[in-house]
């Protein structure tokens, strides 16, 4: 099995860690209730979609 | 026909993602409508209508191709019975998925697959209509579909420019009535006469156009003319 030759130091193990960005999500106003919800998703608060009832709240 | 799907299967193998498709289906069909992951109601989706289609056929082979995937007779028998009929207006498309956003502890993209309800026959010859409409405009180059695209946005324009006509009317009516009450006989005059105006175009439309639809919104639009000169008349007496 291969294995590494070397100990990855602590430099670069962070060099690379240093890329995991986390990325605010794209949100949009619900159209019914002006909340700020998921674009394309039901809203969470009101539970419609296109104005159509999805989720028992 | 829909499209193979790519990509690995769902569970441990071929025969587990029928197996989950199965129990899927069968739980659409018993519930009419379900929550689970997108990629699983992606997949459901082909299947699910599928079975529908074989529902509307209804004959006794059709029966049998159903049950080798929903193995619940009773679901089956729901579904030849009540959700085949259901759709006989509607070609195709008979479920419908709406993302509920990621489920909490794997953060797993969530979806509700639900069957839709039934299309009225009216319903049905309007969105002909209106596809007709649409692959007419596409072929604005063939001088022959000039002609049809012109009886075809005619129809489908009539009910919806009589139906405004309808909304006007209304409006108008209603001024003429808030006029006449506040005492201002000639703003209820005017409202009574814009109204009649509306109402004779909506009528001009809708026999243009010949549809049932477009003709009711007339008679609606007429109806509420007379409201309004009647309550300019009213207005007058008073005076």
């Given at each position: 099995m291969a294995v590494p030759k070397r100990k990855m130091s602590r430099s670069n193990t962070r060099s690379r860690r240093a890329q995991w960005k986390a990325v605010p999500p794209s949100l949009v106003t619900c159209k019914r209730c002006k909340e700020r919800k998921l674009p394309h998703v039901a809203c969470p608060?009101?539970?419609?979609y296109d104005d159509r009832a999805v989720l028992d709240v | 026909m829909p499209t193979p799907a790519k990509g690995p299967r769902l569970g441990g193998g071929p025969a587990h993602e029928r197996l989950m498709l199965a129990n899927l289906a069968t739980a659409l069909f018993e519930h009419g409508k379900i929550t689970t992951t997108v990629a699983k109601a992606k997949r459901l989706r082909p299947l699910a209508e599928r079975m529908i289609t074989f529902a509307k056929r209804g004959d006794l082979h059709s029966r049998r191709r159903v049950l080798t995937v929903v193995r619940d007779k009773g679901v089956v028998h729901e579904l030849f019975t009540e959700i085949g009929p259901r759709y006989?207006?509607?070609?195709?498309?008979y479920t419908r998925i709406t993302k509920i956003g990621p489920r909490k502890g794997d953060n797993a993209p969530m979806a509700v697959i639900e069957l839709v309800e039934a299309l009225t026959a009216a319903a049905a010859t309007v969105s002909e209509a209106e596809g007709a409409t649409r692959s007419a405009a596409k072929k604005?180059?063939?001088?022959?579909?000039a002609a049809k695209k012109a009886t075809a946005k005619k129809v489908a324009a009539g009910a919806d420019d009589a139906a405004a006509a309808a909304d006007l009317a209304e409006e108008a009516a209603q001024e003429a009535a808030e006029d006449a009450a506040a005492g201002d006989i000639e703003g209820a005059d005017e409202a009574a006469a814009d109204a009649r105006e509306v109402a004779d175009e909506a009528a001009e439309v809708a026999d243009a156009s010949g549809d049932p639809d477009a003709e009711k919104a007339a008679g609606d639009a007429e109806a509420y003319a007379e409201i309004a000169e009647d309550a300019a008349e009213d207005a007058k007496k008073e005076s």
């Amino acid at each position: 099995m291969a294995v590494p030759k070397r100990k990855m130091s602590r430099s670069n193990t962070r060099s690379r860690r240093a890329q995991w960005k986390a990325v605010p999500p794209s949100l949009v106003t619900c159209k019914r209730c002006k909340e700020r919800k998921l674009p394309h998703v039901a809203c969470p608060t009101c539970g419609t979609y296109d104005d159509r009832a999805v989720l028992d709240v | 026909m829909p499209t193979p799907a790519k990509g690995p299967r769902l569970g441990g193998g071929p025969a587990h993602e029928r197996l989950m498709l199965a129990n899927l289906a069968t739980a659409l069909f018993e519930h009419g409508k379900i929550t689970t992951t997108v990629a699983k109601a992606k997949r459901l989706r082909p299947l699910a209508e599928r079975m529908i289609t074989f529902a509307k056929r209804g004959d006794l082979h059709s029966r049998r191709r159903v049950l080798t995937v929903v193995r619940d007779k009773g679901v089956v028998h729901e579904l030849f019975t009540e959700i085949g009929p259901r759709y006989e207006n509607r070609h195709g498309g008979y479920t419908r998925i709406t993302k509920i956003g990621p489920r909490k502890g794997d953060n797993a993209p969530m979806a509700v697959i639900e069957l839709v309800e039934a299309l009225t026959a009216a319903a049905a010859t309007v969105s002909e209509a209106e596809g007709a409409t649409r692959s007419a405009a596409k072929k604005t180059t063939a001088k022959k579909s000039a002609a049809k695209k012109a009886t075809a946005k005619k129809v489908a324009a009539g009910a919806d420019d009589a139906a405004a006509a309808a909304d006007l009317a209304e409006e108008a009516a209603q001024e003429a009535a808030e006029d006449a009450a506040a005492g201002d006989i000639e703003g209820a005059d005017e409202a009574a006469a814009d109204a009649r105006e509306v109402a004779d175009e909506a009528a001009e439309v809708a026999d243009a156009s010949g549809d049932p639809d477009a003709e009711k919104a007339a008679g609606d639009a007429e109806a509420y003319a007379e409201i309004a000169e009647d309550a300019a008349e009213d207005a007058k007496k008073e005076s």
